[in-house]
């Protein structure tokens, strides 16, 4: 399955932040390129990497090796894989490494791993020494289109996701699309759902492109490497424009509020990928515009066709059937939206749309249709 490894010319992405700017490095074979990058960036700097257990035994020992190749000293931290790492236990066992590794201003942490590892790592670097800089080493689809850009570091609170964080920019992101090859297919596949979300939002094109193309997408071409570009591409103008989500940056929630209700519903069991909860969710706010009459129906049902070609799952009831699990009442999906922190002042903000391509904000959609749309949506197969 793992291609051979070719350090050829990388698509770099420019995140224009004024002075916190950064490039988003992407290719096969340019982890190879990290140490020499940061050495450039911030010359006699230390570095510590921060990864899980699964991607440290996979791919630690590469990343050392870019690093220690520069001449910069290696510290690591290794947490448990999975969400659960995302919480003040794990968070302080990172920090207390990164002091112990005396790793002071001026420094690097490295977050190498999924979305995890990079919110948990990225937060980690905006506390500790009341700020370090830090650099996105992304292995995962999700990380390297979404989770890694943009400066949102988190972890979790009893209370709900992301509850606790900082806006953080990283000073590099390095996307290795080689690092994908060891990547679950399924895991794969969940990441995929944010990148057809890009076409989805404001790009027509390249989601009839990804319909075309994205066999070779997941068999890790330059098909793989592009798609990736393109996502990047457009989440960096995004923040590049709305840094800290006052409005446009909204947009990147599209699927996100039925999603997310869809997600918790599945008690963020493994069972339900946030990537497939998103299909379902960006399903259906498609759905819910077309009632609305806001598209054509047929426009729904392409942004479906192509998410169950992938093997993504586009319809609730049998998605969690297929999983074990009872069907979530309208009424349930209702409270865990207001629960969500997209809802205010007891108005529903949805991401709807007027065609593919076409998405925008709607601050104050009705409680009662979205209601009503569900409980039909629900008793479908
Ligand atoms: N900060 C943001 O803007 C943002 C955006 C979207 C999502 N997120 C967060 O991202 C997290 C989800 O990220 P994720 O889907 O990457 O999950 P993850 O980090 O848990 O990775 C998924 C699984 O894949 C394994 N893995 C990672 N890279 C691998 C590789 N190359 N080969 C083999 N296995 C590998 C991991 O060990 C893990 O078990 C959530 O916590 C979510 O809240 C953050
Ligand atoms: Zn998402």
């Given at each position: ?15 224009a ?12 074979g340019?982890l ?6 940061l ?42 894989p ?12 990172v920090?207390?490494?990164l ?20 919110d ?68 794969f ?17 390249f ?14 071409s ?6 990736i ?26 699927g996100?509020?039925?999603g997310?209700?869809?997600e ?79 809802v ?17 904000i709607a ?16 008793a479908?197969?």
């Amino acid at each position: 399955m793992t291609k051979p490894v070719r350090a050829g010319d990388p698509i770099v992405v420019d995140v224009a932040l004024g002075e916190r700017s950064y490039d988003i490095v992407i290719g096969r074979g340019q982890l190879t390129s990290l140490g020499q990058r940061l050495a450039t960036l911030r010359p006699g700097a230390k570095a510590a990497v921060v990864s899980d257990e699964t991607v440290a035994r996979l791919h630690l020992r590469a990343t050392e090796a870019a690093l220690a190749a520069a001449g910069i000293g290696v510290s690591s931290v290794t947490v448990p894989p999975g969400e659960s790492s995302k919480s003040f236990a794990v968070l302080e066992k990172v920090c207390e490494s990164l002091i112990a590794a005396r790793i002071e201003r001026g420094d690097l942490v490295v977050a190498l791993g999924g979305g995890v590892i990079g919110d948990l790592a990225g937060f980690a670097a905006a506390v500790v020494r009341r700020g370090l800089d830090y650099v996105q080493v992304p292995t995962t689809l999700l990380a390297q289109v979404d989770s890694s850009v943009g400066g949102k570091t988190a972890i979790d609170s009893g209370h709900g996701k992301n509850l606790v964080g900082a806006f953080h920019q990283p000073i590099l992101v390095v996307a290795d699309t080689a690092l994908l090859d060891t990547l679950p297919a399924r895991e794969f596949r969940a990441g995929y759902a944010e990148v057809a979300k890009y076409g989805l939002i404001a790009d027509a094109a390249f989601f009839t492109w990804l319909e075309a193309n994205w066999r070779d997408v997941f068999a890790g071409s330059a098909a793989r490497e592009h798609a990736i570009a393109v996502s990047c591409r457009m989440k960096a103008a995004i923040v590049g424009r709305d840094e800290r989500e006052t409005g446009e940056r909204a947009l990147l929630n599209l699927g996100h509020t039925f999603g997310h209700a869809l997600e918790a519903a599945a008690g963020f069991s493994g069972r339900l990928l946030h990537g497939e909860a998103i299909s379902l969710g960006m399903v259906l706010a498609f759905e819910f515009s077309a009632r609305r009459g806001l598209l054509a129906a047929t426009d729904a049902a392409r942004v479906e066709r192509h998410l169950a070609a992938v093997g993504l799952p586009t319809r609730v009831a049998s998605t969690f059937a297929a999983i074990s699990l009872g069907v979530p009442t309208a009424d349930r999906l209702m409270e865990l939206m207001a629960q969500d922190k997209k809802v205010k002042r007891g108005k529903l903000t949805f991401i709807l749309v007027r065609g593919i391509g076409g998405s925008f904000i709607a601050p104050d959609v009705d409680a009662a249709e979205v209601r009503a749309f569900l409980v039909e949506k629900l008793a479908e197969q």
